[in-house]
């Protein structure tokens, strides 16, 4: 701007144009521009912050929810369909912003699912007492385009919503940025900074698996061979094993349930395969969710009724979960899972001789008019570039959480980044559970990477209290109907 503004002053002194009092000088004239722009920058920032994120070309707002000491928007931006072709077509995608002030750092949190359109805190969020912006992943309702080109769905496109979003909302939040999100939603922030690696000034990812061969698993087989106490380990073994041992007189009690609720299953294509897949995430729902503390809670197999088995199973598992009506929120995150990202499968030797199926593909839980092909380069080239160009990235698992038996692994590439393990967490662990001294780091590098005041850093303490309403799971975006899904 000021360029075109210098060279029309320079225009208009050379063909003569002079004032009756004098010669306007091009200093005169840029100082007059700076001035008002300087005055419409202030006007800017003085305009209500709803109107200036609603002033962002393609934004649109879907509701303004109350809560003290924030404001709180869910809202709607124009993205492309296919970010190599921008022209060719668009859709709405939800977001929200958890809005403090423009003066303070932001957090970019993506669960890798839905939006939830309840107020919510990213743990990141709560420690540098920033704003929030959460995104909903391309695909999953009501951000779908139509017609769903499915081909359009990858981590590439996914990273450039979120690249666009950042760039729209850095013009008003101006300091520093950090994505986070856990399980999915970390592998998504992960994802962004690979592909986006200038957007953020830092990233946590929490419990982010990292599947970089899909058909070698063995990593998981270890894992479930090893964690917590050999007699919680039989107990959950055997529950599983009556379920298949009874199969018939619970799947029976499972098809009338389904038939009751107008439940189908077109997808897996029998309930017999669904009845086995719930059966068989049985083990692993157990550990991702919930753990040793609770394992006294498993009702003794041998004693147990039918009744007793199916509730047990129910509550671990979800008999929903592959029914058509259960698969269907999912489809996007099984498509991704039979293209790209990889799913794991896992051998459960004590159910040798009742399993017909094993761990079933993630192809068989898309609809079969949906056309996939598995890219095994997807996730080798992910990880490559995170051992040899992380910065300023946090990776956080938990110890007893099935997911986390194929992480992220840093190389010497790395700078200023870390892997870190809370000890008996599960799905749900966090930088707070951590062993004292990583818990301390993790902190300080966070506030420092989001760029708050020396003395925080140093402090290495979140900025903000704890809130039971706003602070929730990091994966509380996703809705639960159990199933096997990071």
Known sequence: MRKSLRWLVSLSVLIGTVGSTGVATAADTETDATSVADSQSADAQSADIKDRILAIPGMSLIEEKPYAGYRYFVLEYVQPIDHHRPWAGTFKQRLSVLHKD??????????????????????????IDGNQVSMEYRFFTPSRPQPADWSKLDIWQAASDQHRI???????????????????????????????????????AYVAPNDVVNKEDSAYDRFFA????????????????????????????????????????????????????????????????????????????????????????????????????????????YYQAATQL?????????????????????????????????????????????????????????GNDPWGAEPFHLGKGARDSYVYTAPGANHGANVAGLVDAERENATARILAWAGVSAPAVQAAQPLARFDARLDKAVDEDVTREHGLRP
């Open 226 to 333: 090893n964690v917590g106490t050999k007699e919680c380990r039989d107990r959950l073994n055997n529950m599983q094993r009556e379920a298949l041992v009874r199969r018939d007189s619970l799947q029976k009690k499972f098809k009338e349930k389904s038939d009751a609720d107008g439940a189908t299953f077109n997808t897996v294509g029998t309930v017999d395969k669904a009845y086995e897949a719930v059966v068989l995430d049985f083990v692993w729902g157990f550990w991702q969710y919930y753990g040793e503390d609770v394992c006294d809670q498993i009702p003794d197999a041998a004693t147990a009724s039918d009744d007793t088995v199916y509730e047990t199973i129910d509550a671990y598992s979800g008999w929903a979960a592959y029914t058509d009506q259960g698969l269907d929120y999912y489809t996007p995150y």
């Open 102 to 127: 423009t003066s303070r750092p932001t957090v970019f949190r993506t669960s890798g699912y839905g939006l939830s359109t309840t107020p919510s805190r990213a743990e990141p969020t709560r420690i």
């Open 166 to 204: 950042f760039t729209a909302l850095k013009k008003i939040y101006g300091e520093n940025w950090l994505s986070t999100g856990g399980s999915k939603g970390g592998m998504t922030a992960t994802y962004y900074e690979r592909f986006y690696p200038r957007d953020m000034d830092g990233v946590v």
């Open 342 to 398: 990889g799913s794991p499968t896992i051998q459960q030797p004590h159910l040798a001789g009742l399993s017909r199926y094993g761990y079933q593909p993630a192809r068989n839980f898309v609809p079969s008019s949906i056309p996939m092909k598995f890219q095994p380069q997807a996730m080798r080239d992910v990880d490559n570039w995170v051992r040899r160009n992380a910065n300023q990235m946090l990776f956080v698992y938990g």
